[in-house]
């Protein structure tokens, strides 16, 4: 055969090339959808200081972009999104040291939160957040992240954990009941910008 031969473009080869150009259009997508989540969790985290009620009791709307964040980006970018604003967050509005048991807990809730919008076998949206939202709540907010304050900060000297999450956490599931609410009328807004993974239409979910 003729090194001068020219190749000719098959369908195939076309196809395949489309496919390649939609999934990097997909990944840029993406990309860009972390830095905005992330970009949104930063500002959520100041207005919170903001609204401080007492030094234990504090509402904030982090939650709310961070549960968004892993249902539309995944496990994977889902926790990327809760580490970057949380780390970009401690160095915005610095409170000492960095606690890395937070810094896990506040990552394992976006890698909890798209594991459990994506495992769990319901075909509707507003109950996987539902879902989602309890699930993160009690095992990142309630439990590792209560944990690591109890342990880190030294409140173990002198309190049980039960005694300290009585006396210093048990409002946080009223924030997070607040966040959980609020990811409800988002749930449209998403669906029509596309950023929600599609659900087989075997249960009405509103579309």
Same mark, same amino acid.
């Given at each position: 055969?003729?090194?001068?031969q020219?190749?000719?473009?098959?369908?195939?080869?076309?196809?395949?090339?489309?496919?390649?150009?939609?999934?990097?259009?997909?990944?840029?997508?993406?990309?860009?959808?972390?830095?905005?989540?992330?970009?949104?969790?930063?500002?959520m985290?100041?207005?919170?200081?903001?609204?401080?009620?007492?030094?234990?009791?504090?509402?904030?709307?982090?939650?709310?972009?961070?549960?968004?964040?892993?249902?539309?980006?995944?496990?994977?970018?889902?926790?990327?999104?809760?580490?970057?604003?949380?780390?970009?967050?401690?160095?915005?509005?610095?409170?000492?040291?960095?606690?890395?048991?937070?810094?896990?807990?506040? /990552? &394992?809730?976006? *890698?909890? $939160?798209g594991?459990?919008?994506? =495992?769990?076998?319901?075909?509707?949206?507003?109950? #996987?957040? %539902?879902?989602?939202?309890?699930?993160?709540t009690?095992?990142?907010?309630?439990?590792?992240?209560?944990?690591?304050?109890?342990?880190?900060?030294?409140?173990?000297?002198?309190?049980?954990?039960?005694?300290?999450?009585?006396?210093?956490? /048990? &409002?946080?599931? *009223?924030? $997070?009941?607040?966040?959980?609410? =609020?990811?409800?009328?988002?749930?449209?807004?998403? #669906?029509? %910008?596309?950023?929600?993974?599609?659900?087989?239409?075997?249960?009405?979910?509103?579309?």
């Amino acid at each position: 055969m003729s090194n001068t031969q020219q190749e000719i473009a098959t369908p195939d080869d076309q196809e395949k090339k489309v496919v390649r150009s939609q999934s990097t259009l997909s990944e840029t997508r993406k990309m860009t959808y972390t830095a905005a989540f992330a970009a949104l969790a930063v500002v959520m985290k100041i207005i919170g200081q903001y609204l401080t009620l007492t030094p234990s009791f504090k509402i904030t709307f982090i939650y709310l972009i961070w549960l968004m964040a892993a249902a539309c980006l995944g496990i994977v970018r889902g926790g990327l999104v809760c580490f970057i604003s949380d780390i970009l967050g401690a160095f915005i509005l610095p409170k000492g040291d960095i606690n890395p048991f937070v810094v896990l807990g506040n /990552t &394992m809730y976006g *890698v909890i $939160a798209g594991a459990t919008f994506r =495992l769990v076998p319901i075909k509707n949206h507003y109950v #996987k957040f %539902l879902i989602m939202g309890i699930v993160c709540t009690g095992l990142c907010t309630c439990l590792i992240n209560s944990a690591a304050i109890w342990y880190g900060y030294g409140y173990y000297k002198t309190l049980s954990f039960p005694a300290y999450f009585v006396a210093f956490r /048990t &409002m946080q599931p *009223v924030v $997070a009941a607040i966040n959980i609410a =609020l990811t409800i009328p988002m749930i449209p807004l998403l #669906k029509k %910008l596309k950023m929600l993974p599609e659900l087989k239409p075997n249960v009405k979910d509103g579309g």
